[in-house]
């Protein structure tokens, strides 16, 4: 089991930037990771997804162009950039382990969760 413990969330003005991060421990960090949300009263939603290689990235649409997904695995940490945020963008970031290295896209391919930070983004 991997554990997951994400940082970096916080209130920022529509436009604005912020840097979640997602520490790593436990097996090693050999696994494909994503970054998913959930805004109050919808379900879960893949936010972007990256190989355990870093070769290969996966982006939702609502997201493409304003964020980046990126991991350095010497570190065993995770990252999202995200930049030009929106009022739609509020919610919970959580970091997810994939049950295997290569690319996933899908809430159930992942088996270990974070706790969860909280981005806000006012108008």
């Known amino acids: 089991q991997v554990q997951l413990v994400e940082s970096g969330g916080g209130l920022v003005q529509a436009g604005g930037s912020l840097r979640l991060s997602c520490a790593a421990s436990?097996?090693?960090?050999?696994?494909?990771m994503g970054w998913f949300r959930q805004a109050p009263g919808k379900e879960r939603e893949v936010v972007a997804t990256?190989?355990?290689?870093?070769?290969?990235?996966y982006y939702a649409d609502s997201v493409k162009g304003r964020f980046t997904i990126s991991r350095d695995n010497a570190k065993s940490t995770l990252y999202l950039q995200m930049n030009s945020l929106k009022p739609e963008d509020t919610a919970i970031y959580y970091c997810?382990?994939?049950?295997?290295?290569?690319?996933?896209?899908?809430?159930?391919?992942?088996?270990?969760w974070g706790q969860g930070t909280q981005v806000t983004v006012s108008s």
């Open positions: 997810a382990a994939a049950r295997s290295s290569f690319l996933r896209r899908e809430v159930s391919d992942f088996g270990s």
């Open positions: 990256i190989t355990w290689s870093g070769s290969s990235t």
């Open positions: 436990g097996r090693t960090f050999s696994y494909a």
